[in-house]
């Protein structure tokens, strides 16, 4: 029985399709409670591969005779392994191409919406990571929010579009994943945006991001709102008066987390003035577009994460915390680990390191945590 190879794109779409899919996942105990492939019709059972070296016998019972069955590890190699000897017993299944290390890089393009005189806007779901990217296009042209480093798949996406390239944007320093905003730029001849505040440390050039700046693109514009917390530089942007792309702001369960930079204390009257101030004073219509999501029930039907605004004003808890303190306390005490490396990809995306590929992906691997749970 030969075993075939799922790819990252297909366990994506079985994920955001809702199909039913059963995951035999051999990494250690460990590194599957941190961060595994999720979804709303996954079942799971982990037992690390030294366990199954003698054989799959025992396990073989415990596998669903009714849905697809994937092996996972980190890298491909051993689940390749697992998924021959089941093989070998007459268990069809299929392993994970490129392991864990695909999914964390995988991005699925999802349209989120239509912009004035004819333009789309799209967002790029990283589903393995909780990463959300963006794509604007009108008129030819197109502006990229918050790229990730897998900067080919904007690059490409672009150009079968038929859209050049004209404004690239970080809404702040990243402390959770690599940007590839500056190296989209450099392809494209693109303008490399990044909030000043953030960028005392970099060392490369950049185009100040300040509030209530604007750039055009086609028949469309980006405008730039000034929204500190989550870091001193944080930005928000609002396209053609229907989508906020809240940065990690603010989030559709949750808000931004201000300790990322060792100063939460300093930040997080300036994250309430944020999203209690300058928020509240924007159009409830606005579509709300996050930097990232916490977990999969954040996900539209259509794999979008979005939703209006004033809805989260009545939905998020984040943003129904009457007393400051209160507020205070949420925000600074009981915080969730930091996001793996979170002080190398800072350094990166100052451009003061230049790690190896290799390297990149394993400052990455595990879950965002760029939220205050």
Same mark, same amino acid.
């Given at each position: 029985?030969? #075993? ?49 070296? &003698? ?16 092996? #996972? ?9 697992? !998924? ?47 990463? +959300? ?10 502006? #990229? ?42 392809? %494209?001849?693109? %303008? ?32 730039? +709102? ?21 940065? &990690? ?9 201000? &300790?990322?930079?060792?100063? !939460? ?9 944020? +999203? ?46 009457? &007393? ?50």
């Amino acid at each position: 029985m030969s #075993v075939k190879a799922m790819t990252a794109a297909q366990v994506a779409r079985k994920v955001i399709d809702n199909e039913p899919l059963f995951i035999l996942d051999v990494r250690n105990g460990d590194a599957f409670a941190d961060w595994k492939i999720e979804g709303g019709n996954i079942q799971y059972l982990n037992i690390p591969y030294f366990d199954l070296l &003698d054989g799959v016998e025992e396990v073989i019972d415990q596998l669903p005779k009714d849905r697809d069955i994937l092996v #996972v590890c980190a890298k491909e190699g051993s689940s390749i392994m697992v !998924a021959d000897m089941l093989a070998d017993e007459g268990v069809e299944t299929a392993y994970l191409s490129g392991g864990m290390k695909a999914w964390s890089e995988h991005l699925e393009p999802v349209k989120v919406g239509d912009l004035k005189d004819g333009g789309e806007l799209y967002q790029f779901v990283r589903i393995g990571k909780g990463c +959300l990217s963006y794509m604007a296009i009108s008129g030819g042209e197109a502006a #990229v929010i918050d790229a990730t480093r897998m900067t080919d798949v904007f690059l490409n996406f672009a150009q079968e579009k038929g859209a050049a390239i004209k404004h690239v944007f970080d809404s702040h320093l990243h402390a959770d994943h690599i940007s590839g905003g500056r190296q989209i730029a450099q392809a %494209t001849g693109a %303008t490399y945006y990044l909030p000043p505040a953030d960028a005392e440390e970099v060392v490369f050039d950049y185009t100040p991001l300040e509030g209530g700046f604007d750039a055009a693109f086609g028949n469309s514009k980006v405008e730039a +709102l000034y929204s500190p917390g989550h870091t001193i530089g944080s930005t928000s942007f609002i396209v053609d008066d229907q989508y906020l792309m809240t940065g &990690d702001i603010l989030f559709i369960d949750s808000i931004g987390r201000p &300790d990322l930079a060792g100063l !939460a204390e300093d930040w997080v009257g300036d994250l309430r003035e944020s +999203l209690y101030s300058r928020y509240q004073a924007l159009a409830n219509e606005l579509v709300v577009l996050p930097a990232h999501f916490m977990i999969m029930d954040e996900l539209n039907e259509d794999g979008s994460v979005a939703k209006k605004l004033g809805d989260l004003f009545k939905e998020n808890h984040g943003l129904n915390i009457e &007393d400051e303190q209160e507020f205070r306390d949420m925000v600074t005490k009981n915080l969730p680990p930091q996001p793996n490396a979170y002080q190398d990809i800072r350094k990166t995306n100052m451009g003061k390191i230049t790690p190896e590929d290799e390297m990149q992906r394993e400052m990455e691997i595990g879950p965002n945590r760029c939220a205050v749970r």
